[in-house]
């Protein structure tokens, strides 16, 4: 059984920070790929970033490129992302999801989600 759960969203003016955090229970962290999603209302969900599960690959959505950056930490069992320069296009349901190992692009391949965080960006 693996159990995730994300924190650190918010309200956030544009320009601003914040760092989420998806700590995972269970024994699948170190074995899985790391993503991030976001959902806002109306739109389909897109993969934000991804990490392998030795943190070698690492990808970004183009829109978030050179804003975000997406970490894990092992010893902890958390992934990180952490968010600067914020954009009000940036607002969204946020949630982490793990694959088997490497990154996928279809959804389908993300075993285990958690319940999402939102984050809040004003103008």
């Known amino acids: 059984q693996v159990h995730m759960m994300e924190s650190g969203g918010g309200l956030v003016q544009a320009g601003g920070s914040l760092r989420l955090s998806c700590t995972v229970a269970?024994?699948?962290?170190?074995?899985?790929?790391m993503a991030w999603f976001r959902q806002a209302p109306g739109k389909e969900r897109e993969r934000v970033s991804c990490?392998?599960?030795?943190?070698?690959?690492?990808d970004y959505l183009d829109s978030v490129k050179g804003r975000f950056t997406i970490s894990r930490d092992n010893a902890k069992n958390t992934l990180y992302l952490q968010m600067n320069s914020l954009k009000p296009e940036d607002t969204a349901m946020y949630y982490c999801a793990a694959a088997w190992r490497y990154c996928f692009d279809s959804e389908r391949e993300y075993n285990y989600w958690g319940q999402g965080t939102q984050v809040t960006v004003s103008s």
């Open positions: 269970g024994s699948a962290f170190n074995n899985h790929a």
């Open positions: 990490i392998d599960w030795v943190g070698s690959a690492i």
